[in-house]
């Protein structure tokens, strides 16, 4: 059943679904305790936690605390449902006991980990050594999907062309995206936009897809805040929001963690691709290289300038995709990318 009013999450509809994902074997759930101000309201989502009292044949180990996820993405849900499932063993991700999508909404019911997991608190980007710890939760994945036969078969009718949609969005808006930036763009910014959409898909990019030639899923959108850190300092970090996630080259997801500004992206760009490499060796990918690497790199560099009209043609805010423009397309001139346009 899909949720779209808190009304509808009662102690039967909870039992029922835990006892469908087999966690809830005897007892029952007696009460559930929320306050509407609890839960936050998006323009096209809403989300929240509650709290739940059992009989007392309920072992401890079954959660006390649920985080559900309203919204409109059907990509997550099918993550959950059919992704999730298969990478118990190859990284940390929040229990999901049930992920549901009906006519356009979705909702998603996760433990609540608030008491022991949240964000970054201090609003600084994080430390070479703290990003290192946020690519060692991406590199089994990437390692584990790397040129996997599912990405064309099993797992091809759930994933979307993320890529192809975000092009599409960004030439349809660009126009708009330059009159509204007006001289706040730069000249020179706006003749490597205009080139970079009238190249784009590369054809390098197309035949790699095509191919599955080194490639991987990735997640999408794995900016330092869509983890969850351990409050102690220690134990799992997890890594949310699987809205976007698709068939990409893996250094797409390395150059979307890392802290683009000027001046600190020169010091720790380098050294943290080398380190997404050595530990991609490390769990077994072959025949991968360095100079591969780095190009690929450049590459996702490329393939990221797109987002930043999307996220404008979408309400993000401005502090947030006027930043993105600057800083990679700074990273796209200081690569030298433009070389991969033809």
């Known amino acids: 059943m899909l949720i779209t009013n808190l009304k509808q999450i009662t102690p039967d509809w909870l039992m029922d679904v835990l006892q469908g994902s087999g966690v809830l074997d005897a007892g029952s759930v007696v009460d559930i305790q929320f306050a509407d101000d609890r839960f936050s309201h ?24 649920f985080f559900l996820k309203m919204g409109n993405r059907q990509p997550e849900v099918d993550f959950y449902n059919h992704i999730a499932p298969t990478l118990t ?18 909702h998603l019911l996760f433990e609540d980990l608030q008491k022991t997991h949240g964000p970054l608190e201090d609003g600084l980007p ?9 690519i060692d939760i ?47 763009l730069p000249p020179n910014f706006r003749r490597i936009y205009e080139k970079l959409l009238a190249a784009m898909p590369l054809p390098e990019w197309q035949e790699r897809i095509k191919s599955n030639q080194m490639i991987t899923l990735v997640h999408g959108d794995p900016h330092p805040y869509n983890f969850l850190f351990p409050r102690n300092g220690s134990g799992d970090i997890y890594l949310l929001d699987w809205a976007v996630w698709h068939r990409q080259l893996g250094t797409f997801d390395i150059f979307y963690m890392m802290d683009g500004r000027p001046g600190r992206r020169e010091l720790v760009e380098e ?14 990918v072959m025949g991968y290289d360095w100079q591969q690497c780095w190009h690929d790199y450049k590459l996702a560099v490329t393939s990221f300038l797109p ?7 979408h309400g993000t805010p401005p502090d947030v995709w006027y930043n993105g423009l600057y800083d990679s397309v700074n990273a796209f001139i200081a690569l030298k990318c433009e070389e991969l346009l033809g």
């Open 138 to 184: 991406i590199v089994p994945l990437h390692a584990h999907f790397w040129e996997n036969p599912l990405l064309q078969g099993d797992y091809q009718p759930y994933l979307d062309d993320v890529p192809g949609f975000i092009l599409g969005q960004a030439r349809q808006h660009f126009g708009r995206f330059v009159d509204v930036i007006g001289d706040r």
């Open 42 to 65: 998006g323009g096209e989502s809403a989300s929240g936690s509650f709290a739940v009292t059992y009989s007392q044949s309920v072992p401890e180990t079954v959660p006390r605390q």
């Open 271 to 284: 050294p943290l691709v080398r380190y997404y490499h050595e530990q991609l060796l490390a769990h077994g």
């Open 307 to 313: 987002f930043n009209i999307f996220w404008f043609a």
């Open 89 to 106: 063993s190859i990284m940390p991700l929040l229990r999901c006991f049930d992920a549901v999508y009906e006519s356009g909404k979705s």
């Open 126 to 134: 994080p430390t070479v050594a703290m990003t290192k710890r946020l």
